[in-house]
């Protein structure tokens, strides 16, 4: 079973290299089922590659029943309309965090097998893609909030957790 790094794993703000489908790395068929099977474990809705440690521009994510695979995926294009949505991460055990991001995006990545899939995303697929495709940058949503707003939503998650015990 895979297991999630620790939120200060160098990993997490590491940019992954592009997976190539040249055969070298032929275990990818058989990290998908355990990468979603460590997301469900968790109880995530979406999880990348290098939260298990593994250094590879891939991500899976499960929303209402539809598993999505997503192999090198890119963001081609953004809608202006923004929205704020509170977000959590399987990285980040317990925070939530309210992020702007653009509504719908205008995506393309290659499945299991290296088809390139063209779709665009709306709502909850949409925010879990960009909050997925962030990670494969070594970006964190953390990142994207003020020290503020961060030390807050820290606070809150140790008053939790005190009050849980
Ligand atoms: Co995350």
């Known amino acids: 079973m895979l297991k999630l790094v620790k939120a200060t794993d160098p990993i997490l ?5 592009p ?3 040249d055969g070298s790395n032929d275990n990818l068929l058989e990290l998908i089922p355990q990468m ?3 997301m469900r474990t968790n109880g995530g809705i979406g999880l990348a590659a290098p939260q298990v ?5 891939v991500f899976v994510m499960e929303i209402e029943n539809k598993e999505f695979v997503c192999i090198n995926p890119v963001i081609l294009g953004k809608s ?3 929205e704020v949505v509170e977000e959590g991460c399987l990285s980040f055990p317990g925070i939530k965090l309210a992020i ?3 509504k719908s995006v ?4 290659q499945d299991p097998t290296g088809k390139t899939i063209s779709t665009e995303l709306e709502g909850l697929e949409s925010r879990c893609f960009q909050h997925e495709s962030d990670h494969l940058n070594g970006i964190t949503f953390e990142q994207k909030v ?10 809150r998650q140790r008053k939790i957790r005190k009050e849980e015990k």
Not at 106 to 109: C, D, Q, R, T
Not at 146 to 155: C, E, F, G, P, V
């Open 19 to 21: 997976f190539n489908f």
């Open 53 to 57: 440690g593994l250094p590879l521009r």
């Open 36 to 38: 979603i099977e460590a």
């Open 100 to 102: 702007t991001r653009p």
């Open 80 to 82: 202006i309309d923004t």
């Open 106 to 109: 205008i995506v393309e990545y």
């Open 146 to 155: 003020s020290k503020l707003i961060l030390n807050m939503a820290k606070r």
């Open 13 to 17: 703000r590491t940019k992954t290299e």
